[in-house]
């Protein structure tokens, strides 16, 4: 059974750091595509960073220069580490594992998500 764990989440004031992690099991970590998706309310969910197996990173716009992506493959677990917080990046932050199946087909596992909320 494969489950991704998400932790981190939490309440902070414009401006602070949080980090987030989501431990997996159930699934051959290194061999997977990892990103953390977010969804503020009323939008539509939207991808914030991906890390590759072999640890190619890749942000969105909105949050490049202050969010980094990294993962320890001996853990099985992926981190977001969020600096200079805005209230625009309230949301609930999700955990993504992107695999491909021995037929060539995508997999996807999403984690239960975690809150994030930036408010003064």
């Known amino acids: 059974q494969v489950q991704l764990v998400e932790s981190g989440g939490g309440l902070v004031q414009p401006g602070e750091s949080l980090s987030l992690s989501c431990t997996a099991s159930?699934?051959?970590?290194?061999?997977?595509?990892m990103n953390w998706y977010r969804q503020a309310p009323g939008k539509e969910r939207e991808l914030v960073a991906t890390?590759?197996?072999?640890?190619?990173?890749n942000y969105a716009d909105s949050v490049k220069g202050r969010f980094t992506i990294s993962r320890d493959n001996a853990k099985n677990t992926v981190y977001l580490r969020m600096n200079s917080l805005k209230s625009e990046d309230t949301a609930v932050y999700y955990c993504n594992a992107l695999g491909t199946s021995w037929k060539g087909h995508s997999i996807n596992y999403w984690g239960q998500g975690t809150q994030v909320t930036v408010s003064s």
């Open positions: 890390i590759t197996g072999a640890s190619s990173t």
């Open positions: 159930g699934i051959t970590f290194s061999n997977y595509d």
